[in-house]
């Protein structure tokens, strides 16, 4: 069965960063789609970022452009969201998800969730 843990959430000012993990069990990461998503308060979950380990390509939305990146331990079967220059808005539970079949990295239907992380951007 395959199982997402996330941990690195927590308190952090404005412009600081955070690095968010994903560590998959049950099965090998490199066939994998990771998506990572956003449920800030009062707002529905929204897409922020996406990965594909088999060809190592990447998506980012327009929010996470520039600033997130996503590396990869393989070794650890781990993915990373790192976040740079943060803002308030960019405050909220971060869930990674991942699917075990292949699609677009804009698709955004995964089939397996971790129990998310929250992250908190202070002004």
């Known amino acids: 069965q395959v199982q997402l843990v996330e941990s690195g959430g927590g308190l952090v000012q404005h412009g600081e960063s955070v690095r968010l993990s994903c560590t998959v069990s049950?099965?090998?990461?490199?066939?994998?789609?990771m998506g990572w998503f956003r449920q800030s308060p009062g707002k529905e979950r929204e897409f922020v970022a996406a990965s594909s380990w088999s060809d190592g390509t990447r998506y980012y939305t327009d929010s996470a452009k520039g600033r997130f990146t996503q590396p990869t331990d393989t070794a650890k079967n781990t993915v990373y969201l790192q976040m740079n220059n943060l803002s308030a808005e960019d405050t909220g539970v971060y869930y990674c998800a991942t699917r075990l079949w292949r699609s677009t990295l804009t698709n955004t239907n995964y089939d397996y969730w971790g129990q998310g992380t929250q992250v908190t951007v202070s002004s």
């Open positions: 049950g099965h090998s990461v490199t066939t994998l789609d």
